[in-house]
Nanobody, 123 residues
Framework: QVQLVESGGGLVQAGGSLRLSCAAS????????MGWFRQTPGNEREFVAG????????RYADSVRGRFTISRDNAKNTVYLQMSRLKPEDTAVYYC????????????????WGQGTQVTVSS
């Protein structure tokens, strides 16, 4: 089992920045690729960004590429999502997730999920 706890969400104005963190516990963190997803009411959970075990590879959704950066610190068992130039359409609950394979862009490929953190971007 892997337990994931997100933090860092909140309310920010359009154009601003936030950094989300996801702390992992349980099994060996570096065994897992990590991803960030987001979801708004009535919509499917969508892929935002992913990072491989050693952080050598990353993937981004087209909607966030160039504005968001995913990173990880295996010594701290933590994955981050630095979000810049935020837009109102980035408003969502953001989830981190862990997967044993790579690349993983689809939610059903992920094995463990956090509870989510709300990000609200005001216009």
């Amino acid at each position: 089992q892997v337990q994931l706890v997100e933090s860092g969400g909140g309310l920010v104005q359009a154009g601003g920045s936030l950094r989300l963190s996801c702390a992992a516990s349980g099994r060996t963190f570096s065994d897992y690729a990590m991803g960030w997803f987001r979801q708004t009411p009535g919509n499917e959970r969508e892929f935002v960004a992913g990072i491989s075990w050693s952080a050598g590879n990353t993937r981004y959704a087209d909607s966030v590429r160039g504005r968001f950066t995913i990173s990880r610190d295996n010594a701290k068992n933590t994955v981050y999502l630095q979000m810049s130039r935020l837009k109102p359409e980035d408003t969502a609950v953001y989830y981190c997730a862990a997967a044993l394979s790579w690349p993983v862009l689809r939610k059903y490929e992920y094995d463990y999920w956090g509870q989510g953190t709300q990000v609200t971007v005001s216009s």
